[in-house]
Nanobody, 117 residues
């Protein structure tokens, strides 16, 4: 059974940093492209970042480029998202997703990130 469990969210002031983690299980993590997706209240899902199976290539939405860094630890089946210089527009529930992020069934359990003073 595929499981993706995100953690590390919380309430943070603008300009602050958070590091999200996603623990994967039930599949061979190192074989899959992985992504972070977020959904703000009342809005559709937004792809944030993706990383290839071996970790050699990373991709970012323009809205987070230069502020967020995606990484992965294939030895421990974990995906990360380092988020710096956070803004109020980054407030959302963040999900990790396996392979095709457009399929809701490929998302895991999310973690809430709230950026507010």
């Amino acid at each position: 059974q595929v499981q993706l469990v995100a953690s590390g969210g919380g309430l943070i002031q603008p300009g602050g940093s958070l590091r999200l983690s996603c623990a994967a299980s039930g599949f061979t993590f190192s074989r899959y492209y992985m992504a972070w997706v977020r959904q703000a209240p009342g809005k559709g899902p937004e792809w944030v970042s993706g990383i290839t199976s071996g970790g050699s290539n990373a991709y970012y939405a323009d809205s987070v480029k230069g502020r967020f860094t995606i990484s992965r630890d294939n030895d421990n089946d974990t995906l990360y998202l380092q988020m710096n210089s956070l803004k109020s527009d980054d407030t959302a529930v963040y999900y990790c997703a396996r392979d095709n992020w457009r399929l809701r069934g490929n998302w895991g359990q999310g973690t809430q990130v709230t950026v507010s003073s």
